[in-house]
């Protein structure tokens, strides 16, 4: 998907900004995709840091899109369904600060499904301009990690991605491993 996403970039430079970061949104409307082929395309496209900072645009700006959207048409219909939920259950009823910091808090942690911490907050009391705020803060560290990750990849030799490979195989392995003994 990325080689393709790359393509239509080459194909229309012009519109690389504009696609990139409407592709973004769409993503986090959908809310179960992952995002990190867009950022590895426009590192990739962009450069480094100009690429990083398009994807943080197009990150804020879905996140924002979803939470108005989630909020408008999820709300009544999903709250008391992930009520059942105790990690959900806090951020479903938190405000202000504690709102602000649960958010931020979560977006910090790589691997949580953006699209769920976005709709628990939708349907939640968390006011617009709080989860905006947090949502985009705490994206930069993830984001950045991300970024780097993918720069570092992407200028591999073959030896480095086999070492990168087998370690995620066996972190993949380790979890597994952790989940059945539960």
């Given at each position: 998907m990325q080689n393709t996403f790359f393509q239509v970039l080459e194909q229309y430079p012009q519109l690389a900004v504009i696609i990139?970061?409407?592709?973004?949104?769409?993503?986090?409307?959908?809310?179960?995709?992952?995002s990190f082929f867009i950022t590895a395309a426009n590192i990739l496209f962009f450069g480094f840091w100009n690429g990083t900072f398009i994807s943080f645009i197009g990150e804020s700006v879905g996140a924002a899109v979803a939470f108005i959207l989630y909020r408008k048409g999820f709300k009544k219909a999903m709250e008391s369904r992930l009520l059942q939920y105790k990690k959900l259950k806090k951020l479903l009823s938190a405000q202000n600060k504690e709102a602000f910091q649960l958010v931020f808090s979560l977006?910090?942690?790589?691997?949580?499904?953006?699209?769920?911490?976005?709709?628990?907050?939708?349907?939640?009391?968390?006011s617009f301009n709080y989860f905006l705020v947090a949502s985009s803060l705490g994206k930069i560290p993830a984001l950045l990690l991300e970024a780097y990750s993918v720069y570092g990849v992407t200028h591999f030799d073959w030896q480095g991605k086999l070492t990168l490979l087998l370690i995620g195989l066996l972190l993949v392995y380790i979890l597994i491993k952790q989940k059945n003994k539960d």
């Open positions: 990139s970061i409407f592709l973004s949104i769409l993503i986090a409307v959908i809310g179960v995709l992952p977006r910090l942690i790589p691997y949580v499904p953006s699209g769920l911490i976005t709709f628990a907050a939708a349907i939640g009391n968390v």
